[in-house]
């Protein structure tokens, strides 16, 4: 089993173009110094085009931050995955709890999300997470059950690198507090063994999970010694180039 370790950057709706091919430059940098890892940044989608040059020939990884399922259409205000493709993109975030929450993306709009990317060859990051309240009432791994076989009826892998898993405890995110890599690792163990029982064994072995939620450089380095945490979806400290660095540069 030999899973590459991710760090994805998700800069949500922050940076002009220049701004945010400033950064890129700064990660593709830093993603020199850690060969032996995959580094993606998802800028906002204004910014896709002149990152994509940024990033030309530098092996970073360049994601969306949503898709839509349809190739195009009367669906204004979205993105095809054709679209992003064009522009060099080979990932997107996909069921991100910002697009849950604030603009109300069910389960059913994910799966098809996830559907459109995998059809036109992006690999989705789906990400899947529990609130505070779900977690106090000790609902944790059941909403996660329900979030996971809603969002991946029926997809099909032929491999687990098609497909990357985030998971993102919602009250973890943007708030400074991370789940301990305890807590992280009980529910990334529990998410593979599902994975193991919707697609086959060795396809759940071979696919990432990533923990997102406050992850910082002072707490990737724990996070990574976990046996099924393989790289982390960042946020707040993917805007700052010193901080992703030292992220990107984990030991
Ligand atoms: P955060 O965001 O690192 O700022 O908590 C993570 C995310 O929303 O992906």
Not at 117 to 132: D, H, K, M, R, Y
Not at 190 to 206: H, P, S, T, V, Y
């Amino acid at each position: 089993m030999s899973r590459r370790p991710l760090i994805a950057g998700n800069w949500k709706m922050h940076t002009t173009a220049q701004e945010a091919q400033q950064l890129a430059a700064a990660v593709v940098q830093a993603a020199a110094k850690a060969a032996d890892r995959d580094v993606m940044i998802a800028p906002p989608f204004t910014a896709l085009a002149a990152v994509s040059k940024t990033l030309s020939g530098s092996g970073v990884i360049l994601g969306a931050q949503n898709v839509h399922w349809e190739t195009q259409g009367a669906f204004t205000g979205e993105i095809s995955g054709a679209m992003l493709q064009d522009l060099g993109c080979k990932m997107a975030i996909i069921g991100h709890s910002e697009r849950r929450q604030v603009f109300g993306e069910t389960d059913a709009m994910i799966n098809s999300r996830i559907g459109g990317a995998l059809q036109s060859g992006l690999v989705p990051v789906f990400c899947i997470g529990e609130t505070l309240e779900q977690r106090d009432a000790d609902q944790t791994l059941q909403v996660l059950e329900n979030q996971v076989r809603a969002g991946l009826a029926g997809v099909e892998l032929t491999d687990g690198a098609g497909l990357v898993v985030a998971y993102e405890p919602v009250w973890a995110i943007g708030t400074g507090k991370t789940a301990t890599e305890m807590q992280a690792q009980e529910v990334h163990g529990f998410i593979r063994g599902l994975l193991g029982d919707i697609f086959e064994k060795n396809i759940a072995a071979d696919m990432r999970i990533l923990y997102g939620g406050s992850v910082k450089p002072e707490n990737i380095d724990i996070l990574m010694r976990q046996e099924d945490i393989d790289g982390a979806l960042v946020g707040g400290a993917a805007l700052n180039a010193k901080s992703f660095e030292r992220i990107i540069c984990f030991q």
